[in-house]
């Protein structure tokens, strides 16, 4: 008899893209594997944009955004209404499967909750702790007073030569096919149109300003610099905030036509509009060499935390930036997410790693994006296992599943060495004593 259970690891593929219905654990499964270890890259919830009232991105539309619930880059009331609904589904799943019994108390220790020092990711742990360890009074970890970054979670570039920019240059340019960097704005031309139209740009301040009526496609410029986050200037960047607003406006404003400025948009639409911030974070943060850079600290925490031999739970809470980095320098298989809007890392998605010991006496390992679905966001749908959220397996390259659908628990640490490991061999600059030589 199946358990009424989702598995985090175990859902199967009906066709490229799109997730089977929900499919329990099997009782043959559950006679083979026991659930040790789960390890959580969350993104934060739901926030208001980043930018409040007389900012760049007012100046886009004539229009008024939505009336936020908190101050500008924090995390919304909605945000941690969602964030403690997918909580409560994380402690009914850790509880059927037998890693921890109902109202846990941990020891020292067994658990940990680290976010970085910002107010959204802060309050996303606190949010998910609350509905995961309800009585647990669970103490958030961070390093700083809020708000300041820590270099765990910040993605900034912490090793700069000029052969890296070139080799970086080179990687991201490839993005734009034959025209290079700037075909990466070239091939952009539905998400600008649209954005242009649902913003009606051309009766904007900055139109009436500044002459912008229309996003370009020839004005990227990508800016590595060192101890700093990857940057861009241009349209792209302009575009990116307002997408960003668009996509969480989308999920806070019940009226969808009201979110959209009075514009009627089916959900392909929608989804356009947030392909480019997707676009704006593979661009910036996943051409293997950034990715490797600046994922490094954060993948040497998850691999310490995948070694340790008492933790059951480890949460770590970051950015979009921090997953789309850790995929990328692991290498994991392209992928987009069904029955979201976001394709790559919607808000208050996470990276689930874990661990399971095997009747066989091995150990083994799945990757899972786990994530709320844009109507489970809008009608904020409580979760439970029998109305889960989605949950998407994450293919590595090169690395083979059993037939229940996990990996080597060895191999998947070998890959995050491997990757950790690759942070030494980004490109040096030759002295100019070796060039003459050579």
Not at 139 to 145: D, L, Q, S
Request: with cysteine; net charge neutral; proline share 5%.
């Amino acid at each position: 008899m199946l358990k009424r259970l989702t598995s985090l690891c175990c859902l199967t593929l009906m066709a490229a893209g799109t997730i089977a219905a929900a499919a329990p654990h099997s009782d043959a499964f559950e006679s083979q594997y026991k659930l040790q270890e789960m390890v959580v890259l969350s993104r934060h919830n739901i926030r208001s944009p980043l930018s409040g009232n007389g900012s760049a991105l007012a100046k886009l539309t004539p229009h008024s955004w939505f009336n936020w619930t908190s101050a500008p880059s924090e995390l919304s009331l909605r945000g941690g209404e969602l964030e403690t609904m997918m909580g409560q589904y994380f402690r009914k799943y850790a509880v059927a499967e037998g890693l921890m019994p109902e109202n846990y108390q941990p020891e020292n220790g067994v658990v940990r909750f680290y976010a970085n020092s910002m107010q959204r990711t802060i309050a996303t742990a606190q949010y998910f702790s609350s509905g995961m360890l309800p009585v647990a009074n669970v103490k958030i970890e961070h390093k700083y007073a809020p708000s300041k970054m820590d270099p765990v979670f910040n993605p900034q570039l912490t090793f700069v030569s000029e052969a890296f920019r070139a080799q970086a240059m080179q990687e991201i340019s490839a993005m734009g096919g034959k025209d290079g960097l700037q075909g990466i704005g070239k091939n952009m031309d539905k998400q600008y149109r649209l954005m242009e139209k649902v913003l009606d740009l051309a009766k904007s301040p900055a139109a009436q300003k500044d002459g912008m009526t229309k996003f370009r496609d020839d004005d990227l410029k990508i800016i590595l610099d060192l101890n700093k986050e990857p940057a861009m200037k241009g349209s792209l960047k302009q575009a990116n905030s307002a997408s960003d607003a668009f996509i969480l406006q989308y999920y806070e404003e019940k009226d969808p036509v009201k979110a959209a400025f009075g514009h009627k948009l089916k959900q392909s639409e929608w989804e356009t509009i947030a392909s480019v911030k997707d676009i704006y974070g593979d661009v910036l943060f996943t051409a293997p060499s950034v990715a490797v850079n600046v994922a490094h600290p954060l993948l040497q925490e998850m691999n310490k935390e995948l070694s340790l031999k008492d933790r059951k739970f480890t949460f770590l809470c970051g950015h979009d930036s921090n997953i789309a980095s850790v995929l990328a320098a692991l290498d994991a298989e392209p992928y987009e997410l069904p029955d979201s809007i976001e394709k790559k890392t919607p808000i208050g998605c996470k990276l689930v790693v874990e661990k399971w010991a095997g009747k066989d006496g091995a150990s083994y390992a799945s990757l899972n994006m786990v994530y709320q679905s844009t109507s489970q966001l809008r009608d904020r749908e409580m979760l439970d296992l029998n109305n889960p959220p989605k949950i998407y397996p994450v293919k590595l390259k090169g690395l083979t599943e059993n037939k229940d659908g996990l990996y080597r628990l060895q191999d998947v640490q070998q890959r995050f060495a491997e990757a950790i490991s690759a942070y030494d061999k980004l490109p040096k600059d030759v002295p100019a004593a070796e060039k003459k030589a050579a």
